[in-house]
């Protein structure tokens, strides 16, 4: 086994007779996202600031890639570990290439060279070069996140901590953004620690998720499958919410999903067809565009999301339960459409899947 890269060893953190965390014992592998989830005031962010000695435990040890974090000078630490809040807490009155570059000049790098990687780094998290020279207020808050990770990305540390970075912006961003961090976490491979209150945000991207409860007890630590398929507690389990058998599914791939070829029609055949049934409305290269009610001849009536091949049993039941007419649409990779699924075929494809949705016990045959 190789060492973890993070260590938490009985661990407590105690402000008066208040403890915010207790006694945590933890183990963060190399490369990967670990995500530290649960309510307000359990006591994650103050887990993450041990690590880079923001915050001092009452009892116990951080071990940072086998050593103490509290052995040598902090601001050493801290330039070796990548840092991003939830503000992405620029400078204001430095550019944004010069925003990046400020851990590297205090690593001694010059500034030609910590220039050039800036303008690498920009790229990296998506920005346009030209954002370079600009001021972190002429910037949107998705835009100053990224220039966030970025600058934690300068050093080249093997570890990000990541609190809460992007619960300041607007859901379609943040979609952007979480998916940009798996991204980047599979091109760089560091170890990244992320907190959330978001169980959507957590399952997105965690490999593993410590689940926190009130009063700084870990209740669970597991894989985001794991921890839906089989909650620790009823404290997990409500903190899962309602939606974790749903969640579930996500988890399950499409592989033996049946879908139905079905009647479509191009929409310049939508005014003269007559469908016996509901019938897919295809562009003249077979993308859907809606749907043809056989009790409304030539309306086309929209709405539903879509199954791709190849993404789980979630997007599918979701685009089944969706649809005007009952039945999920299914495209290809290309975006044309392959079929229909019913929301039956989709539970049976679960069922197949998973014993314990079939309600067998996992030792039956
Ligand atoms: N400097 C401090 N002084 C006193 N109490 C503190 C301090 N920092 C944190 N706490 C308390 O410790 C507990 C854990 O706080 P922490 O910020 O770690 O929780 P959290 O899970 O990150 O919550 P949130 O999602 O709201 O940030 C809370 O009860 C908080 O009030």
């Known amino acids: 086994m190789p060492e973890p890269m993070i260590e938490f060893r009985e661990v407590s953190k105690r402000y008066g007779d208040r403890t915010a965390v207790d006694r945590l014992n933890l183990s963060v592998d190399r490369g990967g996202i670990t995500v530290f989830v649960g309510p307000s005031g359990c006591g994650k962010t103050t887990s993450l600031r041990m690590v880079n000695r923001m915050v001092t435990p009452t009892e116990g ?25 939830q503000s992405a807490g620029l400078l204001p009155h430095r550019t944004v290439a010069d925003n ?8 001694g790098v010059s500034r030609q060279e910590s220039r050039a990687r800036a303008l690498e780094l920009l790229e990296l998290v998506g920005l346009p070069a030209d954002a370079a020279s600009r001021w972190p207020a002429q910037l949107s808050g998705g835009q100053q996140q990224r220039v966030g990770v970025a600058r934690a990305l300068a050093a080249d540390p093997p570890v990000l901590l990541m609190d809460e970075p992007f619960s300041a912006v607007d ?7 979480q998916r940009e961090l798996l991204g980047l976490q599979r091109e760089l491979g560091k170890t990244i620690l992320f907190v959330t209150h978001d169980i959507d945000e957590a399952v997105m991207l965690g490999d593993r998720i410590a689940v926190f409860a009130q009063g700084g007890r870990l209740a669970q630590y597991a894989t985001p499958e794991a921890l839906l398929r089989e909650p620790a507690d009823d404290f997990v389990a409500s903190f899962i919410g309602r939606d974790r058998g749903f969640r579930h599914l996500g988890f399950f791939p499409d592989a033996g999903l049946e879908t139905e070829r079905g009647e ?37 009536v929209t709405g539903g999301s879509l199954h791709r091949e190849g993404d789980s049993l979630r997007t599918a039941l979701d685009a089944a339960l969706s649809s005007p007419s009952g039945r999920g649409v299914v495209v290809d990779a290309a975006g044309r459409l392959v079929g229909t699924v019913a929301p039956e075929a989709v539970l049976a494809a679960a069922r197949a899947a998973s014993p314990a949705l079939a309600g067998e016990s996992p030792g039956e045959a």
């Open 61 to 85: 040890t951080v071990l940072l890639d086998g050593r103490d974090v509290g052995d040598g000078p902090a601001p050493a630490l801290r330039r070796s570990l990548g840092y991003v809040m």
């Open 264 to 300: 479509s029609v191009t929409a310049a055949r939508l005014e003269a067809a007559r469908p016996a049934e509901w019938a897919v409305v295809t562009d003249d290269g077979g993308h859907p565009l809606g749907w043809a009610d056989p009790a409304r001849p030539g309306v086309l």
């Open 100 to 107: 990046i570059a400020t851990v590297p000049r205090l690593n």
């Open 171 to 177: 859901p379609l961003v943040r979609h952007d953004l």
